[in-house]
DNA sequence: ATGCGCATAAGACCAAAGTCCAATTGCCAA
DNA sequence: TTGGCAATTGGACTTTGGTCTTATGCGCAT
């Protein structure tokens, strides 16, 4: 699985810091795409790979954090590095606690920059990788008839398949057949899988007992 | 169970703004201690219920950020509201970095800081639940003979109790008896449950499987 | 030395879970 | 309409888990 590269995405309405930019990060063996505007960039297509997104704060239109807030709101966790020329400490208190992973003044130190890239590379692939493993159980969940997702929570939360039937109304048979079904279906070897499969994807049937 | 009341610490070299701030938070119900130096904050003993600091970034010995770093380094999770007269870009982006709830330059808006109070307070309480939680759990497993623990471990990670014997090279109605031990000593109800502690105390005996 | 906690283990027994096979019903799609 | 699939259930049987009681050997503390 030779997953695509790291990419680096640069908006900022000035030419030649997007043309810097690109040659920085270059210069360090990344890819990099550079738009103009923050419309441009809302319109391509996704990036399969880690990626990070170096945005200037000050730009016509949408600005860099409009930008951050859209993202957001749009469910995309792309981690952003801000970069300003007249940046104050509201805007970037703004930037940071909306989760960018740097916010930083010009003219900056190159290195830093390189840094922040490489941290916010690395925090997005952790970011894809736990994503894609949600995914991958939501699958199977998804798999799931109905009524076998119910048994799902039940069996999760504790509860024996006697009692299962009684809240269902049906046999212990069915809830045995149902039960297997769904170890099946998850690719759990055990109960024990299973709960820690349901922790991840949030399932809790029952109370979840307090202290 | 009345715990405490919420107490807002403040750390302020200012004579005049440790008063105002101590006004501003008991004009709303707040209760507050005010220390004129870092290492005079340094030197108190604990507050049982929620708390947060409200922190000056500039005084003399030690500042604002050094105090946080400290506090974060000797494991204390209050949550910190930062406020400052000349405040810098970096500042606030390391303050922030360093989980801030809040970074205001004076002068600032009183309901701002108020309402960042609160949150942090809020923010504070949620994580005395989950520590408290983790801490009674954990204590649960501390009452566990070592060879239970080990039991334990091998008992979440989904494998039989004949396996488990053969494991460790006792017979099955040994585990059997363990098992129960632990089941009582752990509090869990079912092995739904103990695998549900055993995720939030962190403990994964077997190779967390992978997609 | 005497007792206690821990780990060990056996027997007896029951409850629960898992498996294999077989069969019925109801609904949706070809 | 007819086939297929989900949901349902039963029977028979095995494996596993859980409980209770009882008992032994060991090391540590009083």
Redesign the pocket.
């Known amino acids: 699985m030779t997953d695509s590269e790291a990419l680096v995405f640069v908006v900022d309405d000035d030419d030649s810091v997007r043309k810097a930019l690109a040659r920085l990060m270059r210069s360090v063996g990344l890819h990099v795409e550079t738009f103009r505007s923050a419309g441009e960039f809302l319109g391509r297509e996704p990036h399969p790979g880690p990626a990070c997104l170096i945005l200037d704060v000050r730009m016509p239109d949408l600005s860099g954090l409009d930008l951050q807030k859209e993202l957001a709101a749009s469910g995309t966790t792309l981690p952003v590095i801000f970069i300003t020329g007249h940046g104050t400490v509201p805007m970037s208190v703004q930037a940071m606690k909306a989760g960018a992973v740097e916010f930083l003044e010009k003219p900056f130190d190159d290195q830093t920059l390189i840094d922040a890239v490489h941290e916010a590379l690395k925090k997005d692939q952790q970011a894809r990788l736990k994503k894609a493993e949600l995914r991958e159980i939501h699958e199977r969940v998804c798999s799931?008839?109905?009524?076998?997702r119910e048994?799902f929570g039940l069996?999760v939360s504790g509860?024996?398949?006697?009692?299962?039937?009684f809240e269902?109304?049906?046999?212990?048979?069915?809830?045995?057949?149902?039960?297997?079904?769904i170890?099946k279906k998850m690719r759990a070897d055990?109960?024990a899988d299973l709960v820690r499969l349901a922790v991840k994807v949030g399932i809790t049937t029952s109370v979840d007992q307090a202290s």
């Open positions: 799931l008839t109905p009524r076998e048994i069996v509860k024996l398949n006697k009692q299962i039937a269902l109304g049906t046999s212990e048979k069915t809830v045995k057949a149902q039960r297997s079904q170890m055990s109960l």
